[in-house]
């Protein structure tokens, strides 16, 4: 079985399971400051992430992203962004997040630690828990390498069933994106 085909069935297993969502998000962010997020402390769920400095998927993708933001996060969503890549210097994630301006705070994920849990592996690649913990949406945001091409809104659909107190259907869509870089070990 290839690479590939592997990390799509990582990724997919995740869906709809219980993830052992840690009590707190916390550490540095991209732009230096700390950054903590709560997951049980949303009404109705968390949206984490994962993007990238240099994907030009991703980058077409933040407009999209902060739109959400402001839809839904005074409607009991809150939003973290995770940046995984091991491949981009901290100065290039300062100056791109910096110029990015999103809402919401963009956490820095050393060692791609929290994408290897969540089976992330490829930005902007979202993930939807619910207050427990339970990953009730997975994929990408929109069916689209280029947000303003898309046809199918993936995450806004996940995010209005939950905000109308129905499933996100489908609970998993396909991710379209730059793969997150692992750091390499030596």
Request: overall charge positive; hydrophobic content about 40%.
């Amino acid at each position: 079985m290839s690479a590939t085909r592997i990390l799509l069935l990582f990724a997919f297993v995740h869906a709809g399971t219980a993830f052992a969502v840690p009590s707190l998000f916390s550490g540095k962010g991209a732009l230096g400051e700390g950054v903590s997020i709560k997951p049980s402390a949303a009404k109705r769920g968390t949206v984490l992430l994962f993007l990238s400095a240099k994907c030009p998927c991703s980058a077409s993708h933040e407009p999209v992203l902060a739109n959400l933001y402001r839809e839904f996060s005074g409607q009991g969503f809150q939003f973290l962004g995770i940046h995984s890549n091991g491949d981009e210097p901290e100065s290039l994630v300062r100056a791109h997040f910096q110029s990015a301006k999103l809402p919401f705070p963009v956490l820095r994920d050393p060692g791609s630690k929290l994408a290897d849990e969540l089976g992330a592996y490829k930005t902007p690649h979202a993930f939807v828990l619910d207050p427990r913990g339970e990953i009730v949406f997975q994929g990408g945001v929109d069916d689209s390498h280029t947000a303003t091409k898309a046809e199918r809104h993936h995450l806004k659909d996940a995010l209005i069933a939950l905000k109308e107190g129905r499933k996100p259907d489908p609970s998993v869509v396909r991710t379209l994106g730059c793969i997150i870089k692992r750091k390499e070990t030596p």
